[in-house]
């Protein structure tokens, strides 16, 4: 049965305009499943800053979790004194394969930058001098630009993206959402078959396709294209928003029923 948790965050977990954001029985399902050996991984494409932030001080989270995947692949584990360490060498990794990447991907990337600001109201999201990603004024022009994305990928197909509404982050292909939480199942020695995945939006679909995740489900509030996702995997779609949609796949998949966990 599952003895691994990869949940989203924003969307997921936290619906923004609802009260309260998560359900507290989200969180005694999550203490109950952790009792019987359950591993659970916040899997985010926010920064770890900006994730502590999320559950300590924003929405005040009563337990935190085992692991962070964040920036839709680095892997932090809960360190004894608190706080968090990386998992082996494959942040390491990472490191090194996007720093070829952005190299290989110069002419790419400049290309890129000039559709870019050809959209009104869009902007280069730049970090450390590296033009790493971009942010467009609607939806629409996000969909153009992550079709022009497409189109340059056929040139140099380790470069690749990750999209979450109008906002997108480039990426090596071998890294995402998906992967990582591969990495981590590997560490954890638990097999695909006894993982679950939850996810809203299109950053998440690399780990909702059935590959690393047996038991994927996205809350009613997902992009269609996750719905899609999670339907042609043979998961569930919920009817409950973010963490009402958890809580009712995790009742679907037999894991919580009752106020009691079985796993």
């Not at 294209?225 to 569930?236: D, N």
Request: charged share 25%; proline share 3%; with cysteine.
């Amino acid at each position: 049965m599952i003895k691994l948790l990869s949940t989203d965050f924003d969307g997921t977990l936290i619906a923004h305009d609802e009260q309260p954001p998560v359900l507290p029985g989200l969180f005694d399902a999550f203490r109950a499943l952790r009792a019987c050996g359950v591993k659970w991984a916040v899997n985010t494409g926010r920064s770890l800053w900006h994730l502590d932030e999320g559950l300590k001080r924003e929405f005040h989270f009563p337990i935190e979790p085992d692991f962070a995947i964040v920036e839709e692949r680095d892997i932090f584990l809960r360190a004894s004194d608190g706080g968090w360490e990386p998992l082996g060498d494959w942040n390491g990794r990472a490191a090194r394969d996007h720093t070829e990447l952005f190299h290989l991907a110069t002419p790419l990337l400049a290309e890129v930058l000039s559709f870019v600001e050809r959209l009104d109201g869009a902007s280069a999201i730049h970090d450390k001098g590296r033009f790493i990603g971009a942010v467009t004024r609607t939806n629409a022009d996000m969909d153009k630009l992550c079709r022009f994305l497409d189109q340059l990928r056929a040139r140099l197909p380790m470069f690749s993206y990750q999209r979450n509404t109008i906002y997108v982050r480039f990426c090596h292909e071998g890294y995402s959402k998906g992967t990582a939480l591969s990495e981590l199942a590997r560490h954890l020695g638990v097999h695909a078959d006894n993982v679950f995945a939850a996810g809203d939006h299109h950053n998440d679909l690399a780990m909702l396709d059935g590959k690393f995740a047996k038991f994927v489900t996205c809350p009613s509030n997902s992009c269609e294209e996750v719905k899609l996702a999670v339907r042609t995997a043979g998961g569930y779609l919920a009817r409950g928003i973010a963490s009402a949609g958890v809580l009712e796949a995790l009742e679907h998949f037999g894991v919580w029923k009752n106020g009691v966990a079985s796993v």
